[in-house]
């Protein structure tokens, strides 16, 4: 499956963006899908991931109550809902998926799939 990562932008401290996610080559129903950011200089950190059927989710302590992840298999993607952006949100954004339905991972290894990223600059 290939993954294409959009959405990301400049946002003010306090506003919101909603990230997607599209799957090409596969169907996404097929896979636990997650997000993951890399800010300058620190390590890939997870994010959010969600069951195939979006009835299982994971959020990270740093974003719950202000991201949101969900999907829509129909149209082969996932958003990552972003409310009440702070500085410390700024960082590259990727999309992630791997071939199970059920078994949310929180590192980076347990996923072989990825797209190519996008940035989210939050500006105070």
């Known amino acids: 499956v290939q993954l294409q990562a959009f959405g990301g932008g400049l946002v003010k401290v306090g506003g919101f963006l909603r990230l997607s996610c599209a799957a090409f080559g596969r169907a996404l129903a097929s896979y636990v899908m997650a997000w993951f950011r890399q800010a300058p200089g620190k390590e890939r950190e997870f994010v959010a991931a969600?069951?195939?059927?979006?009835?299982?989710?994971n959020l990270a302590d740093s974003v719950k109550g202000r991201f949101t992840i969900s999907r829509d298999n129909n149209k082969n993607t996932v958003y990552l809902q972003m409310n009440s952006l702070q500085p410390e949100d700024t960082a590259v954004y990727y999309c992630?998926?791997?071939?199970?339905?059920?078994?949310?991972?929180?590192?980076?290894?347990?996923?072989?799939?990825w797209g190519q990223g996008t940035l989210v600059t939050v500006s105070s």
């Open positions: 992630a998926a791997r071939l199970v339905r059920f078994t949310i991972g929180i590192d980076y290894i347990d996923y072989p799939y």
């Open positions: 969600i069951t195939w059927n979006g009835e299982n989710t």
